[in-house]
C-alpha cells in the first residue's frame, strides 16, 4: 500500500515536472515532446486508476466505520 | 395408749403412758402469769392464773423456745400459751409445756411493741443509711409467704414474665406458730443462691402479725446477706420486720411490681434503643441513597461525556472524510489539468489539425533563413513525410 501510495505522489511529481517542461520550452522537441506525452498519458493512467482504488478503498472504510455506529 | 388393766405399772412406766396420752392434747390457754422463773438454763418456769378464779397451772417453757418470742414473762402479763400437759417425772407435778407464747392484752402487746421498736431503732436497725437497695433486674427471688391464701397467687400473677428463677419457701405467717417456721425459711434461704429475699403476707390486725413483730426475726432480716424485701399489708403499726427490711411495701402486688420495675425500665429502654437503632439505620439508608443518586448521577455525566467525545470523534471522522474527499478531488483535478497540458501540448495532435513541421538536415525551419533555394525540405505532416525542394523564397 505505501508503496502504491508512494508511486501515485512520483508519478504526480513526475507528471508535474512535464507538464513544467512543456510550459517553460523554447524549442520545440517534436520526438522529446512526443516521448514526454507518451509518459504523461501513461502516467495518467496509472495516477487515475489508482485514485480510483484509494477512493473505494476509502469508501469501504467508510462504510465500516458507519456500520460500526448504527450499532452502538 | 390403752391402760392394760391386769397389769401393774411401775410409777415411771405409768408416767411415760400417761404422757403418751397427754402430749395429744395441744390447747391454747389464756391466764395472767402469777410467779415466773428462769432456770440456770434458760428454761421459764411459771404459773398461768385463771382471772376469774384464780386456779393455777403450772407452765414450762424451754429456753430454745422462750427465746424465739421477745415476751418477758412477768408476773400480772396476760398471755395466750399454746401447748400440751406433761408430768414431770422428777417431782410428779402437771405441768403445761409451752410451745409458743403470745400476749393477750391489747395494752401489752402495743407496749411490747413500742418497747421493742425503740430498743431496736436505738440500736440503728431500722436506719435508713443502712437499708440496701433492691439490686437491678433481680433474677434468683426466694419467697416467704403460706401456699395458703390469696397472697401468693396476687405475687405471682403479678409478677412480670422477665425469666424470674423463683424459689418458695411455705411458712405459717399468722400465729406464734409462725415465728419458728418464718425463722427456719430465712435460715434455709440463707444458704441458697438468690438475689433478693421477699417476705410477703396479706393485712392484719397487730395481734395476727404480732409474728412480725418479732425481735429474732427482725435482726435475721437485718443480718441477712441479700436485700430484703418486705410485703406486709398493715393498718396503723407498720410490722418491725418491715421497718427493718431494706424495702417495703404494703402489698404483695406492689412487690412484684417492685421486682419488675428494673425489667420494665429496660424494656422502655430498650424499646428506645430499639427506635433510635431504625431511626439511624433509617439514616444510613437515606445517605445510602443520596450517594447512589450521585452516583447515578455521576455515571450518567460520565456516560455524556462519553457521547460527546463519540461525537466529536464522528465529527472529527467526518472532517477527516471530507478532507480526504477533497484531497481525491485536488489530486483529480491535478491529474485532469496535466492532461489537458499534455493534450495541448501533443504534436501529433497539432499535425492531425493541420500543422506540418519543415526541417532542413533535421533543423526544423523557423525563418526564411533557414533554407537555401534548392535545398531539399523535409515537411512532417500527420501521417508521414513529404520530401520537396525550396524553389522561391519571398
Known sequence: MAKETNNLNNNLKKLSEISDWFDNREEVDVEEGLAKVKEAVVLIKESKERLKQIENEFEEIKKEVEAKDDGK | ?394
Not at chain 2, 274 to 300: D, H, M, P, V, W
Not at chain 2, 330 to 337: A, M
Open chain 2, 1 to 394: 395408749m390403752e391402760i392394760e388393766k391386769d397389769k401393774i405399772y411401775s410409777v415411771s412406766e405409768f408416767i411415760t403412758v400417761v404422757n403418751a396420752d397427754l402430749k395429744w392434747m395441744k390447747a391454747r390457754i389464756v391466764g395472767e402469769v402469777g410467779e415466773a422463773k428462769a432456770g440456770p438454763t434458760g428454761h421459764m418456769y411459771f404459773t398461768l392464773k385463771d382471772e376469774k378464779d384464780g386456779t393455777m397451772l403450772n407452765c414450762i417453757m424451754w429456753s430454745s423456745k422462750y427465746r424465739l418470742f421477745g415476751i418477758t414473762l412477768e408476773p400480772g402479763k396476760k398471755i395466750v400459751a399454746y401447748g400440751a400437759p406433761e408430768i414431770y417425772a422428777p417431782n410428779g407435778r402437771l405441768s403445761f409445756i409451752a410451745d409458743t407464747i403470745e400476749l393477750a392484752g391489747e395494752g401489752d402487746i402495743k407496749k411490747q411493741y413500742d418497747e421493742l421498736k425503740n430498743k431496736l431503732a436505738k440500736e440503728g436497725l431500722f436506719d435508713l443509711e443502712n437499708k440496701r437497695a433492691i439490686p437491678k433486674y433481680p433474677h434468683k427471688i426466694g419467697v416467704i409467704t403460706s401456699k395458703q391464701g390469696a397472697v401468693i397467687h396476687d405475687f405471682l400473677n403479678n409478677i412480670g414474665k422477665f425469666g424470674f428463677d423463683i424459689k418458695m419457701i411455705d411458712s405459717r405467717v399468722e400465729g406464734q406458730g409462725a415465728v419458728e417456721d418464718l425463722l427456719e425459711s430465712i435460715k434455709t434461704f440463707r444458704k441458697k443462691d438468690i438475689d433478693v429475699l421477699v417476705i410477703i403476707r396479706g393485712g392484719g390486725s397487730m395481734e395476727s402479725l404480732m409474728p412480725f413483730n418479732n425481735e429474732l426475726l427482725v435482726r435475721e432480716v437485718v443480718g441477712f446477706p441479700v436485700p430484703v424485701l418486705v410485703g406486709i399489708g398493715h393498718d396503723k403499726d407498720v410490722p418491725l420486720v418491715a421497718m427493718a427490711a431494706d424495702r417495703s411495701e404494703s402489698t404483695p402486688t406492689a412487690v412484684a411490681n417492685l421486682l419488675n420495675e428494673s425489667w420494665e425500665q429496660a424494656l422502655l429502654l430498650l424499646e428506645r434503643f430499639e427506635r433510635k437503632i431504625f431511626a439511624s439505620y433509617g439514616l444510613i439508608f437515606e445517605k445510602y441513597k443520596t450517594i447512589e443518586n450521585k452516583f447515578k448521577i455521576s455515571l450518567q455525566n460520565f456516560k455524556n461525556n462519553i457521547l460527546n467525545i463519540g461525537a466529536n470523534l464522528d465529527k472529527q471522522m467526518e472532517s477527516y472524510f471530507t478532507g480526504f474527499i477533497l484531497l481525491c478531488d485536488k489530486t483529480r483535478e491535478k491529474l485532469n489539468g496535466i492532461e489537458k497540458v499534455v493534450n495541448l501540448n501533443n504534436p501529433e495532435r497539432n499535425l492531425k489539425l493541420g500543422y506540418s513541421i519543415a526541417s532542413v538536415g533535421g533543423k526544423i525551419v523557423r525563418k526564411t533563413s533557414d533554407t537555401k533555394i534548392g535545398q531539399d525540405v523535409n515537411i512532417k505532416v500527420s501521417d508521414g513525410i513529404i520530401v520537396s525542394e525550396v524553389k522561391e523564397i519571398k
